[in-house]
């Protein structure tokens, strides 16, 4: 029974990551995304390329992607200590979607959604060093890492949800690999190791 439930989480996960948000905004004005800026079908593109208060909307229902599949998965009785897993296929479909030309970008905003609704309160945590971090070293590597470690920090010492921080810690991995990709760090570490 369990493993039905999850399996159902986990499709409708890559169901909701699948829909291209940035792609059906930008057709909404007459735009094709695939075409302008950067051709990602993602937030950023239609924030830079196509309008800003769209691209405001688009990053919105990306978050929603993430989170909506978590939430349905811990309705329909998985456990919470698997439910990050709905939000993980959610960030899948949205890097490889059913359309693959309409895959969008790093997922940060799915994957935002998704830790949200995984672990609610350890993410406070997050966001009230994240942000600053943000701002003072205008880097979001560096905002990723230290929001990161707040996220551990106030997961496991402050709040005690242990289950829920580790499936949020997972996501949060996995946008950070995504955008720090294996090669590069083998390519610097390379390059310590010949100095």
């Known amino acids: 029974m369990l493993s039905e439930q999850l399996a159902a989480a986990m499709i409708i996960g890559y169901l909701s990551g699948s829909i291209p948000f940035a792609w059906l905004a930008a057709r909404s004005v007459g735009v094709n995304i695939l075409l302008v800026g950067s051709g ?3 937030t950023a593109n239609v924030f830079c390329a196509v309008d800003k ?9 990306d ?3 993430g989170a909506v599949p978590v939430v349905i998965a811990l309705a ?12 993980a296929a959610a960030i899948a479909g949205h890097w490889r979607p059913v359309v693959p030309r309409l895959g969008g970008g790093g997922g940060l905003a799915a994957a935002s959604g ?10 406070f945590g997050a966001l009230a060093f994240g942000f600053p971090a943000l701002a003072i070293f205008k880097s979001s590597g560096h905002a990723a890492y230290i929001g990161m470690s707040a996220l551990l920090i106030s997961g496991y010492a402050v709040f ?11 996501l949060a991995v996995l946008i950070v690999a995504r955008h720090r990709p294996v090669e590069t760090i083998t390519r610097r570490l390379g390059k310590s190791s010949a100095t």
């Open 40 to 42: 990602n079908p993602g």
């Open 53 to 61: 208060r769209l691209g405001v909307l688009v990053f919105l229902a």
């Open 63 to 65: 978050v929603m992607k």
């Open 76 to 87: 329909i009785g998985v456990p919470k200590e698997l439910a990050f897993l709905a939000g």
């Open 114 to 123: 998704a830790v949200v609704a995984t672990a609610p309160l350890p993410v």
């Open 160 to 170: 005690m949800e242990w289950e829920t921080t580790t499936g949020a810690l997972v």
